[in-house]
T-cell receptor, first 112, second 113 residues
């Protein structure tokens, strides 16, 4: 199975709150899991990424939590700001290629 | 260091026509991947080029073809355009080796009427 399932489809958070987006996968051959942020009319921008040998990675307000046994990973945005309002995509890479398989996206709205 | 650039920004074509989209990879990157992003969906992998050779292909028909040049820039060609080809076409560059990061350009918005 070469799918990455992402939820929720949309998310509304108050300024200062925590935004949590979840992804799940089946293929254990995935070896790299990036998150991308995309604003309307722009290309996806790499936000943060993790390898399966690490359970958590933090960069500023963004944290990836990775559960290898459950085949799930999530993005946490702490102290969410209106400027974080965008669509977020999780992705996974097969260890035999540079091909990225993307989730369906989560549209985040952070209210002032 | 310049990022990934794509041209044109927008394009309108008629069904049955052919189109060529262009991408310049980020400095130091020798691998280019192309993705199609339909409205409201995640990007779908079309193919990848490494050192001027196709290095993997997604589930797209042969009318989607590409080229990579010695300077690592790339073209995506689509023949016999169909209405469903309307999408944002994204180019991503990466360097071979241990780094996995792919950096995307701003995309070309193709509308087929």
């Amino acid at each position: 199975q070469q799918q990455v399932k992402q939820s929720p489809q949309s998310l509304i958070v108050q300024k200062g709150g925590i935004s949590i987006i979840n992804c799940a996968y089946e293929n254990t051959a995935f070896d790299y899991f990036p998150w991308y942020q995309q604003f309307p009319g722009k290309g996806p921008a790499l936000l943060i990424a993790i390898r399966p040998d690490v359970s958590e990675k933090k960069e500023g307000r963004f944290t990836i939590s990775f559960n290898k046994s459950a085949k799930q990973f999530s993005l946490h945005i702490m102290d969410s700001q209106p400027g974080d309002s965008a669509t977020y995509f999780c992705a996974a890479r097969l260890d035999s290629s540079y091909k990225l398989i993307f989730g369906s996206g989560t549209r985040l709205l952070v209210r002032p | 260091e310049t990022g990934v650039t794509q041209s044109p920004t927008h394009l309108i074509k008629t069904r049955g026509q052919q189109v060529t989209l262009r991408c310049s990879s980020q400095s130091g990157h020798n691998t280019v991947s192309w993705y199609q992003q339909a409205l409201g969906q995640g990007p779908q992998f079309i193919f990848q080029y490494y050192r001027e050779e196709e290095n993997g292909r997604g589930n797209f028909p042969p009318r989607f073809s590409g080229l990579q040049f010695p300077n690592y820039s790339s073209e995506l060609n689509v023949n016999a355009l169909e209405l469903d080809d309307s999408a944002l076409y994204l180019c991503a560059s990466s360097s071979s080796g241990l780094t996995y990061e792919q950096y995307f350009g701003p995309g070309t918005r193709l509308t087929v009427t």
